[in-house]
């Protein structure tokens, strides 16, 4: 696992790391992902949500509420209670309050709506906080928005690219900031790599965001922002 921090840019703090997969020398995600099917998609699913918890327990500061951001795959889910137990297993051996683990969907493939439902009502049941990601490049959109209202929704970052000098992004982010805030869902723009977006976003009311710009992904260590932040 590599993390990446989400920066709460109004008070220049950490208010989540996401854990994303890497090959055992640092290959990308895309490497990785290559390699996974139906048949070992559940498997592959379990172990990385324990590999980010047991990784997260030895470098988060125990006393601190910094989130841990788990991607996970729906399909992978056959049945939300049973499918939980090693992560619900590895987060007690850690002693990894549930609290700070946010579980977050790509809605990238065609998806069991009502499936998806009850994995993600079971998850929020049990204390774990939901988040879609890439929103606004999925199949789904405002209609499972509006189905159902996650934790946090993290703009895709097609959104974000040059919305500096994007009229019309920059009013879509704005209304959907808004949007988000009057559904009580926490917005998070992804992808943020220049000051002139960083800028752009703060105009329109962001204050959580993630990307290149803040701090690049750490392998198997938490990175450090800041620099390129206290530039702008």
Do not use: W
Not at 82 to 111: G, H, M, N, V, Y
Not at 131 to 152: K, M, N, R, V, W
Not at 220 to 232: F, I, Q, S
């Amino acid at each position: 696992m590599a993390f990446q921090p989400i920066i709460d840019v109004s008070t220049n703090q950490i208010f989540a790391h996401e854990a994303l997969v890497r090959g055992q020398n640092g290959e990308g995600a895309a490497s990785v992902m290559a390699s996974v099917d139906s048949a070992n998609r559940y498997a592959f699913d379990q172990q990385c949500r324990v590999k980010a918890i047991e990784l997260a327990s030895d470098l988060f500061n125990p006393g601190s509420d910094v989130g841990l951001s788990i991607n996970f795959m729906p399909n992978a889910v056959y049945e939300p209670r049973a499918c939980i137990r090693q992560t619900l297993a590895a987060a007690s051996r850690a002693d990894f309050p549930a609290r700070k683990i946010i579980f977050e969907f790509t809605e990238d493939e065609e998806l069991d709506t009502a499936h998806l439902f009850k994995i993600l009502r079971a998850y929020r049941e049990i204390g774990f906080r939901t988040a879609i990601d890439d929103f606004g490049a999925g199949h789904a959109g405002l209609a499972l928005l509006a189905a159902f209202q996650p934790d946090i929704v993290k703009l895709d970052m097609g959104l974000i690219r040059g919305i500096d000098g994007d009229t019309a992004r920059r009013k879509i982010v704005k209304h959907m900031v808004a949007m988000l805030d009057d559904l009580g869902v926490i917005a998070i723009c992804e992808g943020v790599e220049t000051a002139e977006e960083f800028r752009a976003l703060q105009d329109v009311g962001v204050t959580l965001m993630q990307g290149y710009f803040f701090a690049r992904p750490a392998f198997e260590a938490l990175a450090k922002p800041g620099t390129a932040h206290d530039a702008a």
